[in-house]
């Protein structure tokens, strides 16, 4: 049995016009919605169903306000959902189904398994052309207006029983973990061959729960930046990006959410094998950012905030 990823992220919200504008601009295609709910879709077909907080058909929130209600992973075929409906049977709120199979996790978000719906889809990210090795050759690298993110990569949580969590996932759902805060923060993979993580587990010192952030697999790190440029001009509000984190080595850029908590837009992550061994970072910011534009980067100007905007053809015409 062997999770394959996110096939659904189900937010329970409070201004549903307001979050359709957001996925609309963040670059998901709408593919339904009616008064209470709307259905996005990435490139390969993973979904976001966002619909209005008080639908009684919602899993109960882990948290007050907007945020997430409930995280679908996908698994390949109905044989590996037998097997959970075994391993999950006694969990809290744990219900089985032809379709699924379903629970809370300890930190009381809910889950659901579903064999896979997402595609396999030919795109492509832009090759770096670094020292030693070309790949792109009499090819320039791709500028987007705009992003379109091929998945859903992760999901961050808060969690104030981070031991009972990290044993939930690797005992019941198969998850590896790939790197630690001791006793502070876990991420974890799915499977034993994938990227870096596709859950990241943080305890707080207050012993809060909740939705940190939600993360959108783009092509690569151009992508990051055009995608970003586009939600920044588009007037929402970035929380940190541009920037890159050290562990797992991927670009991001995190905005606000209207549907809870951050967003996050990333790129160019590692890929790890069951040759990995997990490594120990005590937290700070220079582990959480190698470097960041605080505020982000105006979507009009193309600079730093507050930042002068360009004149003239040529950099060398700006008035002095
Ligand atoms: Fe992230």
């Not at 890929?271 to 009009?300: C, I, K, M, S």
Request: proline share 6%; aromatic share 10%.
């Amino acid at each position: 049995m062997t999770i394959l990823g996110i096939e659904q992220i189900t937010y329970g919200v409070t201004d549903l016009e307001t979050c359709r504008r957001f996925f609309a601009d963040w670059g998901m295609k709408e593919v339904a919605h009616d008064e209470t709910r709307a259905r996005f879709e990435t490139l390969n077909g993973c979904t976001v169903l966002v619909a209005d907080a008080s639908d009684p058909s919602l899993p109960v929130a882990f948290e007050a306000g907007p945020t997430l209600r409930e995280v679908t992973w996908g698994v390949a075929a109905r044989e590996e959902l037998d097997v959970l409906r075994e391993r999950l049977k006694g969990q809290p709120g744990y219900y089985a189904n032809d379709e699924a199979v379903g629970c809370y996790d300890p930190a009381g978000m809910a889950i659901r398994v579903e064999v896979t719906r997402r595609r396999e889809i030919d795109v492509k990210g832009s090759p770096s052309n670094v020292w030693g090795q070309t790949l792109r050759v009499d090819q320039p690298s791709p500028i987007y207006e705009r992003a379109e993110p091929v998945e859903v990569g992760h999901v961050v949580f808060f969690t104030n029983c981070l031991a009972e969590q990290e044993a939930f996932y690797h005992d019941l759902l198969g998850f590896e973990t790939s790197d630690r805060y001791p006793n502070r923060g876990a991420f974890m993979r799915c499977a034993p061959h994938g990227g870096h993580h596709d859950l990241f587990l943080l305890a707080l010192p207050d012993g809060k729960k909740g939705l940190n952030h939600v993360a959108f697999t783009v092509r690569d790190i151009h992508e990051v930046f055009g995608g970003g440029l586009h939600i920044s001009r588009c007037g929402w509000t970035t929380q940190l990006g541009p920037g890159r984190h050290p562990v797992s080595s991927a670009y991001f850029w995190y905005f606000k959410n209207p549907a809870g908590a951050l967003i996050e837009y990333y790129a160019d992550e590692d890929v790890l094998t069951p040759e990995w061994q997990p490594r120990d970072f005590e937290p700070g910011p220079t582990v959480f950012a190698e470097w960041a534009v605080d505020g982000g980067l105006d979507g009009n100007t193309r600079r730093q905030k507050n930042a002068q905007a360009p004149e003239g053809k040529f950099m060398t015409e700006r008035k002095q």
